[in-house]
């Protein structure tokens, strides 16, 4: 049997014709001659979902991808039977079904070009080792396709000429192309011809993507068991793609505490107390802002789960109050291998409540892992994810930890083949019972979910903080993520970028890498420049392992140390916008940070381009990710830019070379643009906000821009306390007016405004704020500045 190839095989069975066809409400049955049922589910009207079964008989119908609370509902529904073939038509899709051989072709509704086909379609093979079969499709590419998404892969964005497994793997050092590594999201976007759509491959089984790799003009996608069931997402706009995809598995359920897209600072392992102390003290005495320290696995005694060492951390309470009155929230570790250890009482519970894997046979599935020889909660069990989320109360109620990291739950094992469970491991998964093959990749979301369950319950009316390693499609709506145990390279800067951008591509914005790399240790150089490209990642953390020397802001003498203080301090500058731009993410969907196709489809320039991003709405970065390099050539796409250091005035659409000494990196912001900044903290909530700055870049021409704040923390905002500004620029020769429109419950802390009024090409003559004319004297004329009530509807500058 060969598995890993889609087509080479002989043993390939195809449907044969359909012999009939049901419509009951949205799901149709094509049932062909051979007994293959195709269903094809109208969820919107730009999205179908498409499952077969072999046997006539589909299993239950269970994933942990998809969200209860997906948007469901479509306009228009039709279906006519032609001689050849059945025409499924939407107000955005026409979908035609080949009568002789369930051949699909999917066609845009409104100009009937055609957006994707089956070649082979669906085929499979039997898979008589395991029972069931390997289920396979394969579509026409179409000229200059290209792809995108497929969550953590370290490769370049656009995947085509590619292939690719899923199977969540902890992966020490991996590196560009390493493949398989810690996620597992089979979820991809396609683009040609200006149209995009998405294919969303809802299988946790081993599964593998192929885009015009094995045959050129031919994309495919197949695991190992389960069934064919994949949902076709149109745009024809990729960000439609992205946003409905999201909606579909789900957009993280609450926003995340302000705090949490502070600095986190963290090491392999920093014990004992004092050394923690050390460590959050520097960040003061420097005056670098941070929000968040990390204990890694050494906090623990004997690396048990939910204990501490009394050598190292005598008394952890006090610990963590102390460091939360200076400002730092607390996160610890948290791993699913539990000791062997009669004497544990966490041990105890899991074995006499049955809530331990099991070998197929009856053993428990007993592994190797830090703390020795281990069993492993199933947290695929419901019970189990309950019994989990209550082992959190001491350490959040009552120590007052803040968050908790999720590493090890591939889930990783020590000194066996294949580093993870054996296949034949029985899981529950929610009571449709089976074996690892299906429960693999879902082991560590489940698990991120159930942590997430206690965090929530506990840390109420506060917001919970998650950080997972393994993920599987959905993952985003309990936690964030970062991208495991990279390098200290160079070309890890870059894939740490491409890992980002990818992650959110695919629905999944809450990321970041270990800042500076796991592995090894970096110069002074690639630390600073990786720092100034971490700030622009929605989780931003510093990671290292002990082994390889210090990494902290000041480890490298005294002008890295200013560097990286410079950028940290710009992140906190920024977190009014990187709030709003979250707030879009779980509100709509939208993705933090847009790979530069994402962000103009239209723009071909843009579909092979990795380095520029744009962070929330407005901002355009490139990382500087080479030594020496005192700047560096970059993609800008169309519209006019701003040079957020100098002002000047790039005009998009070419490449340039940008100016950028080691304590500076290429950032531009749109024009039209209004950026709400805070002054610097060194912590969230360190300062009341006295006055919120809005930093306006003109442009001749409208544009709109957004500010959200609410509390930073608890659940007031869903209630409506919340403060949205909506600004309205409209630039002229001679005028700039500023609209703003509030919505929102809550009242900011900040009664003005300071406006910074950026490149304006007229000299103040005139000011109106809500038809009143206001002394010329407010203004500070030699910076454009103005200081003005924040609750102003209508302002007009004039020359
Ligand atoms: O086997 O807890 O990716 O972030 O510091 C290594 C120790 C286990 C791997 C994680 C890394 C963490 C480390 N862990």
Known sequence: MILNTELEYKGNLFPSKIINYEKNINVLSFTADNGVVMQ??????????????????????????????????????EVEEETDAYIITTSKLICKVAKVDMRISLYDAIDNTLICEDELGFHWEENYANGGNVVKMSKTAQAGECYYGLGDKPVDNNLKGKRFENWVTDSYAYGRDTDPIYKSIPFYTALHN????????????????DFCHERRNITSFWAHGGEMNYYFIYGPEMSEVVTNYTDLTGKPHEMPALWALGYHQCKWSYYPESKVKEITSKFRALEIPCDAIYLDIDYMEGFRCFTWSKEYFPDPKRMVKELADDGFKTIVIIDPGIKIDMDYSVFKEGLDNDYFCKRADGPYMKGKVWPGECYFPDFTNPEVRDWWSDLFQELIEDIGVKGVWNDMNEPAVMDVPGKSFPDDVRHNYDGNYCSHRKAHNVYGMQMARATYQGLKKFSYPKRPFVITRAAYSGTQRYTSSWTGDNIATWDHLNIANLQAQRMAMSGFSFVGSDIGGFAEQPNGELYARWIQLGIFHPFCRTHSSGDHGDQEPWAFGDTITNVVKKFIELRYQLLPYLYTAFWRHVSDGIPILKSLVLYDQEDTQTHYRNDEFIFGEKILVCPVNAPNQKGRRMYFPYGRWYNLWTDEIVTGGQEMWVDADLDSMPIFVSEGAIIPKYPIQQYVGEKTIEELTLDVYYKLGKEASQVFEDAGDGYDYIKGRYSLRDFKLTGKEDELIIQQFKTGKYITTYKTFKLNLHGLPFKIKKIEVDNVEIPIKNLISTSNTLVLDKEFTELHIMA
């Open 40 to 77: 094809i589910t109208v969820r919107r009207d730009s999205i179908l979902r498409f499952r077969y079964t072999t046997t006539g008989i589909f299993e239950n119908d269970f994933s942990y991808a998809i969200t209860k609370y997906a948007s469901r509902g479509y306009n228009h529904l």
């Open 194 to 209: 200006k149209k995009s759509y998405g294919i969303f491959f809802d299988n946790s089984f081993r599964s593998y993507f």
